[in-house]
């Protein structure tokens, strides 16, 4: 089975353009987190969906940052305009069922903004 | 008070020691906890989860839960140098959100 999919691997990007990473859940899973991992500040969630509806967005940073789930098997990460401070690698993550299930994480996206 | 914490590291242990890693959370309410292992570059993969208080072994892992301490340990028998990683706490709180400690980077020297 294939895994989580995020895409792109690698974003380098300069301050002001918009940034939107992607994600495919694995199949079956109905849980979808989306997590910031930077040195200073560690693996932050930012979003949880389940069932494709949002459930938790208290952990997005601002206003530049949304976040959508159109389907089950899709879902993506905005950022406009971007700043350097949003530099850091963001995980996608899905799981089956709610509770305490397994969450799977993708290879995740290196962002660099400039 | 962060809602999980963990040992700050680095922790370095001799090849064939028993590396011990401990995490501490804030919500009493807490059911479910997991030992997650994110080698340099790489992203996290479940490694260990525990529901009830007690000892949980799994091959050369242990997990040990203890609520009323609001306490989570991991402990690796036999360390191996394929084990230096950073290990991350998660925690599933009572709103049903998984939160991560900041992680604790394990060496094991050979």
């Known amino acids: 089975d294939a895994g989580v999919i995020q895409s792109p691997r690698h974003e380098v990007t300069e301050m002001g353009q918009e940034v939107t990473l992607r994600c495919k859940p694995i199949s079956g899973h109905n849980s979808l987190f989306w997590y910031r991992q930077t040195m200073m500040r560690g693996l932050e969630l930012l979003i949880y969906f389940n069932n494709n509806v949002p459930i938790d967005d208290s952990g997005m940073p601002e206003d530049r940052f949304s976040a959508k789930m159109p389907n089950a098997s899709f879902s993506t990460l905005k950022i406009q305009p971007s700043e350097p401070r949003d530099s850091a690698v963001y995980f996608c993550?899905?799981?089956?069922?709610?509770?305490?299930?397994?969450?799977?994480f993708g290879p995740g996206t290196r962002l660099t903004v400039t | 008070q962060k809602e999980v914490e963990q040992n700050s590291g680095p922790l370095s242990v001799p090849e064939g020691a028993i590396a011990s890693l401990n995490c501490t959370y804030s919500d009493r309410g807490s059911q479910s906890f997991f030992w997650y292992r994110q080698y340099s570059g790489k992203s996290p993969e479940l490694i260990m989860f525990i529901y009830s208080n007690g000892d949980k072994e799994d091959g050369r892992f242990t997990a040990q839960l203890n609520k009323a301490s609001q306490y989570v340990s991991l402990l690796i028998r036999d360390s191996q140098p394929s084990d230096s990683a950073t290990y991350l706490c998660a925690v599933r709180t009572s709103y049903d959100k998984v939160i991560f400690g900041p992680g604790t980077s394990l060496s094991v020297i050979p």
């Open positions: 993550a899905s799981r089956k069922g709610q509770g305490g299930y397994e969450q799977y």
